[in-house]
């Protein structure tokens, strides 16, 4: 069965930006797909323990038969983490920019993925698997904008989902979000409409390509 796994990491749900506009790439996706099965990682909803990470990493350090309750925990967290995404045909990771970076709660999904021995270092098990990276932002980061180069998560996003996953990654973004609401940004609240706009276009678009591109494989398979 065809499967999209839908992950977010916005603190909000009512009003969130980018979980909208990956609802927009999951309905498209999910018109071509509707047996298909989306699974969703809430990592706000349910975030994942902050020292998970590190007891993982110190488990790789330490014999099996030794690891303490929070290390073989944390092992088993990262385990059914990465199982979400080796099973699934699409990955649609939907991260606001927080304080010019990654929102904490997919730096820590991150993290624990590469302490899965199959997605750690070097690894091929994610090759070519595709992955859609929805980005809402509060302000505008566009080249010849003032802020430009302050926006440090969306590449760094894109570069650990396409050159450490080996992931092939579309990238949609929906800038100045917080027009509407800061009275210093009124002038660019039409700036923002059309940006928002364009983000649930594009993720239409990118959402029915990638149910194509998943019944084309399907279809080879059979
Ligand atoms: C704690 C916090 C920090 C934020 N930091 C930034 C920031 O550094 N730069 C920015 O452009 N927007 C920032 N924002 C605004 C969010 O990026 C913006 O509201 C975005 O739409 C949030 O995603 P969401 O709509 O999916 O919840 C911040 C918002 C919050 C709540």
């Known amino acids: 069965m065809a499967t999209l796994l839908r992950v977010d990491a916005s603190l909000r749900t009512d009003g969130s930006i980018s979980r909208a506009v990956a609802d927009t790439a999951a309905d498209a996706w999910r018109a071509q797909h509707p047996h298909g099965a989306v699974v969703h990682r809430d990592l706000s909803a349910a975030p994942l323990p902050a020292d998970a990470w590190a007891q993982s990493v110190g488990a790789a350090y330490t014999p099996q038969e030794q690891w303490s309750p929070d290390q073989r925990a944390a092992k088993e967290l990262a ?48 090759q070519g698997k595709p992955a859609l990276l929805v980005v809402a932002q509060g302000g505008g980061y566009r080249a010849g904008t003032p802020r430009h180069g302050w926006d440090h998560a969306t590449a760094y996003l894109e570069r650990i989902l396409r050159d450490n996953f080996g992931m092939s990654v579309d990238t949609v973004i929906a800038d100045l979000t917080l027009a509407g609401v800061n009275p210093a940004m009124a002038h660019l609240i039409d700036a923002a409409e059309q940006s928002l706009a364009e983000a649930h276009t594009s993720a239409t678009q990118h959402g029915t390509r990638l149910a194509a591109a998943a019944r084309a494989t399907a279809q080879t398979a059979a």
């Open 79 to 126: 385990r059914t983490l990465a199982d979400e995404v080796l099973a699934a045909d699409v990955v649609v990771l939907a991260s606001p920019l927080y304080n010019f970076g990654v929102s904490q709660y997919a730096k820590v999904w991150i993290d624990l993925l590469i302490t899965d021995p199959r997605l750690g270092p070097g690894s091929t098990a994610l």
